[in-house]
């Protein structure tokens, strides 16, 4: 008797956590929503932000404001996030970033694993490697050749220590055992502006920033960092068809809400952005920054996350790389 009953008790309770679940993911949102963009306005984490945001305003049927939180490379307003209510009425659209600072920032305030969850990874920018039009390499095979047999001899240009540029490049010399010398600057277009001068001889970029350069013909590309080629130079080979065994390296933006939040709300959201990365519109304004628009559920995304976590953890404590 004491099993049935607590069979019954149990199915009973399974019944009603469904409505519930239903009433709860149809409430929200209840009010405006908090969407912070931890960098200052005009960078392309605010210009993802910016696309979602509205979207998300119209299928929410809610008001969406985006507040720029800047400074401390991101962690300022991932910080405002990671301590928000657990409710879905704060959120927070973040890149690479939020996985590199996890181990370059000493005394991080939060717990990037425990006190986030993302909802989904929502965009991705392919990198391309670029060179001066003067390097003698036509490859990365000619490239890599000409590291190891000046170490230390060929200098790479960054947007700055820790950013993707530099970590990219760190990566790429902990995979083929090379060493060349950084030379970081205040963002990707002084670095562009001098890899276009000649004082350094290659860069991995954002394929949005070298695009212009491209065209031109004022920079030359060799090499796409994702596992499939770009669609916006399907030409360029990849750094795995370049010989660079199991390199993988893109720029991805991710919308995050506090941990904790409700999985109804959570499911909500991730529908509302799945239909957002389907909308053509939405297509070709990513494209338009270089961007694919993407999306995955979020348990994958929160794998996702952990494994970038990981994976630039190593490659920071190799380079030694030390914010600025």
Known sequence: MICIRKLVLAACGLALAAPVATVLAQAYPDRPIRFIVPFPPGGGNDIVGRIVAQKLAEGLKQTVVVDNRGGAGGTIGTDMTAKAPADGHTMLVNNISLAVNATLIP??????????????????????????????????????????????????????????????????????????????????????????GGRTEFIISTMASALPQLKSGKLRPLAATTVKRSAFFPEVPTMIESGVAGYDFTTWYALVVPAGVPKPVMARLNSELKAIAEMPAVKEQFSAQGLETAHTGSDEAQKYLAAEVAKWGKVIKASGAKPD
């Open 107 to 196: 005394k991080l305030p939060y717990d990037t694993l425990r006190q986030l969850a993302p909802v989904s990874i929502i965009g991705r920018q392919p990198n391309i490697l670029v060179v001066h039009p003067g390097v003698k390499a036509k490859n990365v095979k000619e490239l890599l050749d000409l590291a190891r047999a000046r170490p230390g001899g060929v200098n790479y240009g960054s947007g700055g220590i820790g950013t993707a540029s530099h970590l990219a490049t760190e990566l790429l010399q902990l995979t083929t055992g090379t060493k060349m010398t950084h030379v970081p600057y205040k963002g990707l277009g002084p670095a562009l502006i001098d890899l276009m």
